[in-house]
């Protein structure tokens, strides 16, 4: 069991930069691979990126690839968000999500555990 909790979303201007964060409970966070999943109202909750259990390997959906980067301390059972040059078309709420066999990262049917989301809205 591992349980996810996500902070660092807000309100920030086109343009902007905003870093999420979600920090897992447990012992055994390197042991997980984790993603980072967004929804907005009416809307499937989409991928936005992923990371191997030691950090190595990421994954980027074409829509933020070269602005959101991806990363994780496994010392201190955070994984990260930065999340530059946002859009309006990046609001939506945030959800950090983990799992120890998931094989199809940008699958969210893949997950087990899931945080509770952090809202990120960007205005033009």
Request: aromatic share 12%; glycine share 8%; proline share 2%.
């Amino acid at each position: 069991q591992v349980q996810l909790v996500e902070s660092g979303g807000g309100l920030v201007q086109a343009g902007g930069s905003l870093r999420l964060s979600c920090v897992a409970s447990g012992r055994t966070f390197s042991a997980y691979v984790m993603g980072w999943f967004r929804q907005t109202p009416g809307k499937e909750r989409e991928f936005v990126a992923a990371i191997s259990r030691t950090g190595v390997t990421t994954s980027y959906a074409d829509s933020v690839k070269d602005r959101f980067t991806i990363s994780r301390d496994n010392a201190e059972n955070t994984v990260y968000l930065q999340m530059n040059s946002l859009k309006p078309e990046d609001t939506a709420v945030y959800f950090c999500a983990a799992d120890r066999y998931v094989s199809r990262w940008r699958d969210k049917s893949a997950y087990d555990y899931w945080g509770q989301g952090t809202q990120v809205t960007v205005s033009s």
